[in-house]
Every structure is written in structure tokens, then in C-alpha cells.
């Protein structure tokens, strides 16, 4: 079943005020009595996306041999990724779209750090037509970003795999450049 990240449904909402006593001789006029209840809220203000960055950050880890385990600070920088893209995206008004894309970017750089064997890696979050588009790129050219569907038994292997299902639910794609130096995922936004 495919679907698109729904946003948030606008509601309006009304002031009103109820006055539980007469206005009494010495009342500022200006501003509402103690006896006064008051409700107010508004419509949520929609967000207007023009294709283009959104965010652009980049971290070095620590050359290692193939197959040695990463340091305790490389591993930190999958959570720092997260956390900054859930604060973009909030702060642009995609906040109904920050779970799955902080899920792809989780997956991703994990990916980065623990096979790449490469010193930088830049993770870009744009918007491209109407989709979320997700870059981690790690400069090292790679054939081994396929996704396989794991077994039951398997401890590791899951995140390409996620990340393939959650772009085809949502009606997007994923793919690699570059050789696998760069690996994406384009998640659908709802039209607002």
C-alpha cells in the first residue's frame, strides 16, 4: 500500500469571551477584566517549500582498518545526524515528515560509518519537486550498498533493506551515485 507523509490537518479555531459579571465604575477599558475568560488559538501556519538545501553537515570519523569496529565518537555521530535533521525539518515546517526521515538518515550514516572506510561524510537534506530527498556521502566508492531481505536470524543487514521499504511505501525512491559513494532516499511530501 503506498502512501504519502500526511501533514497535520489545519484546524480553525474562534476567540471567545464570556463575561461572568457586570463591568464594574472603575474598569480600564483597555484591558479584560478579572471576570473575563477568555480562549484563543489559530490556524496553523502553512509551509511554503521551494526546491533547494535545507541542511548540509559534515563530520569526519576515524580512519580503520576494513572490518575493525568504530570508535565510541563515530558511532555519537549518528545520533548528533538525527537530532539535527529532526531540528531542520521542524524548523521548516516538515514536522509531520520527521520520523521517517530521521529513521533513513539513522540508517544511512550508520551505513557510512560502520562500511565505508572513508574520513568524511556529509549527509544533505534538500527539497527536489515535491520530495524530501536525503544525501550520505562518504566519497568512497562501493559495491556493497545493495539491500537483501535479512533472515529471521540476522543481527545486522536490516537498514538498506528499511530504508527501500520506507521509500516505496511513501512513494518515493532510493538509490546510489557516484559509484556508492553517495546513497539517497526521496521520501514523498503531501501536498499542503
Given at each position: 500500500?503506498?502512501?504519502?507523509?500526511?501533514?497535520p490537518?489545519p484546524?480553525l479555531?474562534?476567540?471567545s469571551a464570556?463575561?461572568?459579571a457586570?463591568?464594574?465604575?472603575?474598569?480600564?477599558v483597555?484591558?479584560?477584566?478579572?471576570?473575563v475568560m477568555t480562549?484563543?488559538?489559530?490556524?496553523p501556519?502553512?509551509?511554503?517549500?521551494?526546491?533547494g538545501d535545507?541542511?548540509?553537515?559534515t563530520?569526519?570519523?576515524k580512519?580503520?582498518p576494513?572490518g575493525?569496529p568504530?570508535?565510541p565518537?563515530?558511532?555519537a555521530?549518528?545520533?548528533i545526524m538525527?537530532?539535527r535533521?529532526?531540528?531542520?525539518l521542524?524548523?521548516h515546517?516538515?514536522?509531520y515528515?520527521?520520523?521517517e526521515?530521521?529513521?533513513?538518515v539513522s540508517?544511512?550514516?550508520?551505513?557510512a560509518?560502520?562500511?565505508s572506510?572513508?574520513?568524511k561524510?556529509?549527509v544533505t537534506l534538500?527539497?527536489?519537486?515535491?520530495?524530501l530527498?536525503?544525501?550520505v556521502r562518504?566519497g568512497?566508492?562501493s559495491?556493497?550498498?545493495?539491500?537483501?531481505?535479512p533472515?529471521?536470524a540476522?543481527?545486522h543487514g536490516r537498514?538498506?533493506?528499511l530504508v527501500?521499504w520506507?521509500?516505496?511505501?511513501g512513494?518515493?525512491?532510493?538509490?546510489?551515485?557516484?559509484?556508492g559513494?553517495?546513497t539517497w532516499?526521496?521520501?514523498?511530501l503531501?501536498?499542503?
Amino acid at each position: 500500500m503506498s502512501r504519502a507523509v500526511q501533514p497535520p490537518s489545519p484546524q480553525l479555531w474562534a476567540t471567545s469571551a464570556v463575561r461572568l459579571a457586570p463591568p464594574g465604575p472603575f474598569e480600564d477599558v483597555m484591558s479584560p477584566p478579572e471576570d473575563v475568560m477568555t480562549t484563543t488559538a489559530v490556524r496553523p501556519r502553512r509551509a511554503f517549500h521551494r526546491d533547494g538545501d535545507l541542511m548540509s553537515s559534515t563530520f569526519e570519523i576515524k580512519q580503520r582498518p576494513p572490518g575493525a569496529p568504530s570508535s565510541p565518537e563515530d558511532s555519537a555521530q549518528v545520533g548528533i545526524m538525527r537530532r539535527r535533521t529532526r531540528e531542520c525539518l521542524t524548523a521548516h515546517g516538515l514536522a509531520y515528515v520527521t520520523d521517517e526521515a530521521v529513521l533513513v538518515v539513522s540508517e544511512l550514516v550508520t551505513n557510512a560509518v560502520m562500511h565505508s572506510g572513508g574520513r568524511k561524510i556529509t549527509v544533505t537534506l534538500s527539497l527536489l519537486k515535491g520530495y524530501l530527498r536525503i544525501d550520505v556521502r562518504d566519497g568512497v566508492p562501493s559495491f556493497h550498498a545493495l539491500p537483501h531481505e535479512p533472515d529471521d536470524a540476522d543481527e545486522h543487514g536490516r537498514g538498506l533493506f528499511l530504508v527501500r521499504w520506507l521509500a516505496e511505501e511513501g512513494r518515493g525512491a532510493w538509490g546510489t551515485e557516484d559509484n556508492g559513494a553517495n546513497t539517497w532516499c526521496e521520501l514523498k511530501l503531501a501536498a499542503c
